[in-house]
């Protein structure tokens, strides 16, 4: 079972910056890794792509809105992975998730995520 625990959550201001982490709760088994994805959902909308990196950390996707702005990176010899949020807008107040999926080449669509995070909130205020 893999157990994923976010942190970093804040309020910051519009223009702002911050680093979002998740971290595995236990050292992972499977022996190919896990593409590890953020994902967001804002109050009253569905939950939406952010950004995901493969297994290897070859491979990097972002959402239309958060590219050039977000940068997913992650540390396996921590078993992390970390987002770097900058020039905040308020339309990127959400809760934030993180995510691991067995599809280690990278992806972006939700079904395939199997693990979740609990959340984490972020708001930004103008």
């Known amino acids: 079972q893999v157990q994923l625990v976010e942190s970093g959550g804040a309020s910051v201001q519009t223009g702002g910056s911050l680093r979002l982490t998740c971290a595995h709760a236990k050292r992972p088994t499977n022996p190919y890794g896990y593409c590890m994805g953020w994902f967001r959902q804002a109050p009253g909308k569905d939950r939406e792509f952010v950004a995901s990196?493969?297994?290897?950390?070859?491979?990097?996707l972002y959402g239309d809105s958060v590219k050039g702005r977000f940068t997913i990176s992650r540390v396996d010899a921590d078993y992390t992975v970390s987002l770097q949020m900058d020039d905040w807008t308020p339309e990127d107040t959400a809760v934030y998730y993180c995510a691991a999926s067995a599809v280690i080449h990278g992806t972006r669509f939700e079904g395939d995520f199997r693990f979740w995070g609990q959340g984490t909130q972020v708001t930004v205020s103008s």
């Open positions: 990196i493969s297994s290897s950390g070859g491979t990097k």
